[in-house]
Every structure is written in structure tokens, then in C-alpha cells.
């Protein structure tokens, strides 16, 4: 891990985005800001900052991203699911293990309308990750405020993939249809 000296304003800031460039992890505010020696309150600030100034930074449940372009085609599809919390863990990693990432999670709330949450995942690794800091944090998962039920954001190097991994959430009844 690279340490620096204390970085202020833009230079920090073009330090952060080299770093979000070059690895091929989430790095997390924390550790962003013991490598600027500032507190996590102004790398969250620095990163809106950043986001203004249409930088593709993505804040996921296991750190910040820098979007690079993809070097091959893409898929997406938005699925409808329903389970219950308990059955969180083997949503997504049914999910992943069909090759696929689960870019985000969206649920319909009454009052603040579409509420989207990047996730960003694409490995068991990560799906665990998520579920513990959701166990650790006590954190409410989105689907909770809608009775379990919300969308997927799918992403695969092929359709096939994608389409694979419907099959098999509806196999174990986590598609959300007309009769649920």
C-alpha cells in the first residue's frame, strides 16, 4: 500500500484518481484517507467533488470504483426479485456463479420514489463481504422497506449468461412474477 505525504485540494484529489485508476479493488474512504492523512468526511468530500466534475467514480457497498471502459461487449437486464433477507446470500451468489454482476439493487419507495444503491458485485468473495458488513453495520437492506421485493441491474460478457442466471433465480422462486 502507498503512503503520501499530507495532499491538499486538487493534488489530493488527482492522487485519489490515480489510485481508483490503477487498482482493481474498491478502495474504501477509510483507506483513502489514511493514504492522504485527512479525515473519511473530506475524501466523501473530495469524491462528490469529483463525481461534479464527471469523474465515473462508483460508491459500492465495498468501497469506491473507478469505472474504466470495458474492453468487450456488455449485457444488462433489470429483473424483478422477491425473498426474504435470510435469503439474500443465495440470491446473489446464484447470481454470480452464472458469470454475472450485480450492478446495483432498486426498490419502488412510497414517499422518495425509485431509490437506487450501487452493489457492484460479480464473485462470492464480494457477496460475502456485503453480507457481513450488512450483518456487522446492523444495516437494513432496501428490499426490507419494500416487503422483499426489488430489482437486479444485471450485467454479463454475453446474453446467454444473463439469461441462465433468470432461469435459475426463478428455479428457486426469486423472480417476482404476476403470480407472487
Known amino acids: 500500500m502507498e503512503k503520501s505525504k499530507k495532499l491538499l485540494g486538487e493534488e489530493r484529489r488527482n492522487q485519489i484518481i490515480q489510485w481508483l485508476r490503477s487498482?482493481?479493488?474498491?478502495l474504501t474512504g477509510t483507506e483513502l484517507s489514511n493514504r492522504t492523512h485527512v479525515s473519511r468526511q473530506v475524501i466523501v468530500q473530495d469524491i462528490?467533488?469529483?463525481?461534479?466534475?464527471?469523474?465515473?467514480?462508483l460508491a459500492t457497498s465495498?468501497?469506491?470504483?473507478y469505472q474504466q471502459p470495458y474492453t468487450w461487449p456488455r449485457f444488462t437486464k433489470i429483473v424483478a426479485c422477491y425473498h426474504?433477507?435470510?435469503?439474500?446470500?443465495?440470491?446473489?451468489?446464484?447470481?454470480?456463479d452464472h458469470g454475472v454482476t450485480?450492478?446495483?439493487?432498486?426498490?419502488?419507495?412510497?414517499?422518495?420514489?425509485?431509490?437506487?444503491a450501487s452493489l457492484q458485485i460479480s464473485n462470492r468473495q464480494e457477496v460475502k463481504a456485503f453480507c457481513d458488513k450488512i450483518a456487522h453495520t446492523n444495516a437494513t437492506l432496501l428490499s426490507l422497506l419494500t416487503d422483499g421485493v426489488h430489482l437486479?441491474?444485471?450485467?454479463?460478457?454475453?446474453?446467454?449468461?444473463?439469461?441462465r442466471a433468470t432461469i435459475a433465480?426463478?428455479?428457486?422462486?426469486?423472480?417476482?412474477?404476476?403470480?407472487?
Open 23 to 26: 487498482e482493481n479493488k474498491p
Open 48 to 57: 462528490s467533488i469529483l463525481k461534479a466534475k464527471n469523474e465515473p467514480i
Open 62 to 65: 465495498q468501497g469506491y470504483i
Open 84 to 96: 426474504t433477507p435470510e435469503q439474500t446470500m443465495d440470491e446473489l451468489n446464484l447470481l454470480v
Open 102 to 116: 450485480i450492478k446495483d439493487v432498486i426498490i419502488e419507495h412510497p414517499i422518495y420514489g425509485e431509490i437506487t
Open 152 to 163: 437486479h441491474t444485471l450485467e454479463a460478457q454475453t446474453e446467454a449468461d444473463i439469461e
Open 169 to 180: 433465480l426463478s428455479e428457486h422462486g426469486f423472480i417476482l412474477n404476476e403470480n407472487s
